[in-house]
């Protein structure tokens, strides 16, 4: 395991006045001048401290860039009583009606975003391909979060699972039963898609023995792996992962796994804790390099874990991949979004410099190698070779090896993308990472289950 601990795994994720333009058109810099102080970015940072990011920003930009890297409960705190101590939040999408409700956030407007054209439609209508029978995934999908109506007009229909003081504020295009948007589309959004994921489980290929496609979620409580099987412990994580399980394993049906009910959730847990008594888990892990251990050291055969965890594995030359459920993935997005304390012009136009720029493909690139997609994907082109772009898009075979984003192998000759194409991959969602009604009930419930570890 020697190397791993360099890797700096995330704990989180277990999370304009458009600037003027260089003679490249392909990159957002602003101009001389133009602002000399500071962009502070709150988040987890999942996304802006991987490797050369933020130091690339900074030297297109020309100026100092800030991560504000924090735990959960710390950037609730900052959001809700302190928004001057930061410019921008990186948030994920599950997380916008919780933050947009203390009103420290601003609307982003969409007409200073250059490649808002580009943006998936996965984030604006709920498909990568509009028009498709490919299913919108439950929960609080990015689509069911994106768009601000500041007036309330009434124009669009209210998002999704939306409380009913943001009725008419967080909105959403598409609707869902045509499949068709309504209206023009919204003026404002509630920050500016960034990046993306479709997560599972890892699992041994020397093991199993058997394709990604051939592993449905119902494997985590498969007898035959009994004491073998490795779980997430982020609560929301968590329980959607295993009940995705027991919904595979034909144990219960859940109305919206995105929002269970009370009911729902006990009957999830008692499940579990039966699973739980009869050994069927190897263990629960909250620190990220925990679950990269126990699968190199074969300590379990399957564990639910994100993707720079399986990279990190494929890396070291572990015979891992990730599982293409048949039921689907658990997604998850982020959005960038703007305080409110943001009111010099000087400042709030480098932060819109600053989401240009994330769009620009430097970011794009990195993060692919990094086993995440970027919001605007074609960018990414420039700074990658054609064959590593046709893996991680297009599922097309590696015409070499490539590396990741710390320099080591990640990609092997000959490989396929676990699940294939971006396009495909997409059209294939269970659920999306949401904060259900009964947030604090799922919480109490949880860490009953964790706590018999």
């Known amino acids: 395991m020697g190397g791993l601990s360099r890797r700096g795994f995330l704990?989180?994720?277990?999370?304009?006045?458009?600037?003027?333009?260089?003679?490249?058109?392909?990159?957002?810099?602003?101009?001389?001048?133009a602002f000399d102080g500071t962009i502070r970015v709150l988040g987890l940072g999942y996304d802006l401290d991987v490797p050369g990011i933020r130091e690339q920003a900074q030297r297109d930009l020309g100026f100092e860039i800030v991560s504000i890297s924090k735990f959960?409960?710390?950037?609730?705190?900052?959001v809700d009583q302190e928004p001057a101590s930061f410019d921008l939040f990186s948030c994920?999408?599950?997380?916008t009606a919780e933050f947009w409700a203390t009103g420290n956030l601003q609307p982003v407007e969409i007409a200073k975003i250059q490649r808002w054209q580009s943006v998936t439609p996965l984030y604006k209508l709920g498909k990568a391909k509009p028009g498709t029978h490919s299913p919108y995934g439950q929960g609080d999908a990015a689509f069911r979060r994106l768009y601000v109506d500041p007036e309330r007009s009434g124009r669009w229909r209210s998002a999704q699972g939306v409380a009913g003081s943001l009725g008419r504020l967080l909105v959403q295009w598409v609707d869902e039963r045509s499949g068709k948007p309504v209206g023009p589309e919204p003026r404002f959004c509630s920050g500016v898609p960034s990046c993306f994921n479709f997560d599972s489980f890892a699992y041994n290929v020397s093991v199993f023995r058997r394709q990604p496609e051939a592993l449905s979620w119902a494997e985590l409580l498969n007898a035959r792996w009994r004491g073998r099987i490795g779980l997430n412990s982020v609560p929301e994580v968590g329980l959607q992962d295993l009940g995705n399980a027991v919904r595979a394993a034909r144990l219960m049906k859940f109305g919206d796994l995105g929002?269970?009910?009370?009911?729902?959730?006990?009957?999830?847990?008692?499940?579990?804790?039966?699973?739980?008594?009869?050994g069927q888990f190897f263990d629960v892990w909250a620190n990220p390099l925990h679950p990269v251990a126990w699968m190199a050291n074969r300590d379990v055969v399957a564990c639910t874990m994100y993707a720079a965890q399986i990279g990190s594995l494929a890396a070291i030359g572990a015979p891992i991949r990730q599982a293409d459920p048949p039921e689907g993935y658990r997604a998850f997005a982020g959005l960038i979004s703007i305080s409110n304390e943001v009111r010099d012009p000087a400042k709030l136009a480098a932060c819109y410099d600053f989401l240009n720029w994330w769009h620009s493909g430097f970011t794009g690139a990195t993060l692919l190698r990094w086993g995440y997609y970027s919001a605007v994907q074609?960018?990414?082109?420039?700074?990658?070779e054609p064959g590593e772009y046709a893996y991680w898009i297009d599922g097309k075979p590696a015409e070499r090896t490539y590396k990741g984003p710390y320099g080591d192998t990640s990609v092997a000759k000959d490989r396929v993308r676990d699940g294939g194409s971006f396009r495909s991959r997409a059209s294939r969602i269970s659920s999306w990472n949401s904060t259900p009604r009964q947030e604090d009930y799922l919480l109490e419930r949880w860490q009953q289950f964790v706590s018999s570890f």
């Open 378 to 384: 074609a960018t990414a082109r420039k700074h990658m």
């Open 92 to 95: 994920f999408q599950q997380d």
């Open 72 to 78: 959960p409960t710390d950037i609730k705190r900052l």
């Open 259 to 278: 929002n269970p009910t009370r009911k729902e959730i006990d009957r999830l847990v008692k499940i579990l804790l039966a699973y739980r008594a009869r």
């Open 11 to 33: 704990t989180g994720a277990a999370t304009v006045a458009a600037g003027a333009l260089a003679a490249r058109p392909d990159r957002a810099v602003a101009a001389p001048g």
